[in-house]
């Protein structure tokens, strides 16, 4: 009997700037790191603002906090807010991705964030992931009319686990997006949208499946 699979043996996460990934995606990552073989890549290492020096050792801290090592963990040095200037180089970074790892699931952007930045990488991602799924994650402070229609129930573990890694941003300390309250807060709301206690969401911007034997 023949039926339809979705699944995700690799993934890989692409951020435009440190922290992206966490905020979308923490809790996700802490619920199948050593379970599925998982690629971050962060396009910006924000590197050029003397204020976040200490940005690139918080993020390999946060990522290690969800269980995935540095050896797993990219950070690119396209530079913030000219990603428009760079799209072919983005582009032809992604089709590398796309070569060396063929990922199962991309998880990138929303489309309905209006950072520049990020805008450009979920153009580009759906150019080079053309034959892949590829689902969007939000990051509250510059996401609007964000809605998730793809839903994934984790567990008090994994929403703490989450915590913990943003919690390693010394640099963002004090910022209401890192609000363990505004963080729990989303993940029960998108919880209670598919009736789970707690859940990571994403928006559809491509789907991919199989009909197998």
Do not use: W
């Not at 964030?113 to 991602?125: F, N, P, S």
């Amino acid at each position: 009997m023949g039926g339809m699979q979705f699944y995700g043996k690799k993934l890989c996460f692409i951020g435009a700037h440190p922290d992206d990934i966490e905020l979308g995606c923490g809790a996700l990552i802490a619920r199948i790191a050593g379970k599925t073989d998982i690629r971050c890549v962060t396009f910006s290492n924000n590197q050029k603002n003397p204020a976040l020096q200490n940005l690139i050792p918080e993020h390999y801290a946060s990522m290690r906090s969800l269980g995935v090592p540095e050896s797993c963990v990219d950070v690119l040095d396209f530079e913030t807010r000219r990603f428009q200037e760079h799209r072919q180089e983005i582009l032809e970074a992604m089709i590398s991705i796309l070569r060396e790892d063929d990922p199962d699931i991309v998880f990138v952007h929303t489309k309905s964030d209006v950072h520049q930045d990020h805008g450009v990488l979920t153009q580009e991602a759906l150019r080079a992931f053309r034959g892949r799924t590829v689902l969007g994650f939000d990051v509250i402070r510059s996401s609007y009319g964000f809605f998730p229609d793809f839903l994934v129930g984790v567990e008090e573990a994994d929403v703490q686990k989450k915590l913990d890694a943003l919690a390693c941003y010394k640099t963002y300390e004090g910022k209401y997006y890192f609000s363990p309250e505004v963080t729990r807060a989303t993940l029960i709301r998108n919880g209670a949208i598919c009736e789970r206690p707690y859940a990571e969401g994403f928006d559809i911007l491509r789907i991919v499946a199989d009909f197998g034997k």
